[in-house]
């Protein structure tokens, strides 16, 4: 099953913050994020798992990722070298979670990611 991506009419996506969003989507199993991208020391914390340290470490925990059913992203927002991606996803048979994704880069270029920090809660 494929899963279904929307945006709020408040969450027009701005050329600058497509990277910012395909980031968060691949954070939640939705694409793919490539390796190349993070730095060799990244660190990913998420609310539902201890912190994965390490390029290597957070691409294999980006493997155990199961997509929700859909997603809706309310906000895009990116400031120099910062990014966040928020908004609603539906997963299956745990209901509505609210998410927000925090991406921090080594440089203001974003190029390489040098931080993700991650929140899903039930919503409820």
């Known amino acids: 099953m494929q899963t279904q991506v929307r ?3 408040k969450a ?3 050329p600058e913050s497509e990277a910012v969003e395909q980031i968060a ?3 939640m199993g939705v694409g793919t994020l490539p390796e190349a991208r993070l730095a060799e020391t990244a660190t990913w914390d998420r609310s539902d798992a ?3 340290v390490g390029r290597d470490v957070i691409v294999a925990a980006l493997a155990d990722n199961e997509a929700p059913v859909s997603i809706t992203i309310d906000q895009v927002v990116t ?3 910062a990014g966040t991606v928020s908004g609603r996803l539906t997963r ?3 209901g509505t979670h609210l998410f927000c994704h925090i991406i921090r880069f080594t440089t203001a270029q974003c190029r390489n990611i040098a931080q993700l920090v ?3 809660q039930r919503e409820g």
Do not use: M, V
Request: aromatic share 4%.
């Open 7 to 9: 945006r709020s009419a």
């Open 12 to 14: 027009a996506i701005a």
């Open 25 to 27: 989507l691949a954070l």
């Open 50 to 52: 201890p912190c994965a």
């Open 79 to 81: 400031h120099g070298k």
């Open 92 to 94: 299956d048979g745990s």
């Open 118 to 120: 991650s929140f899903e």
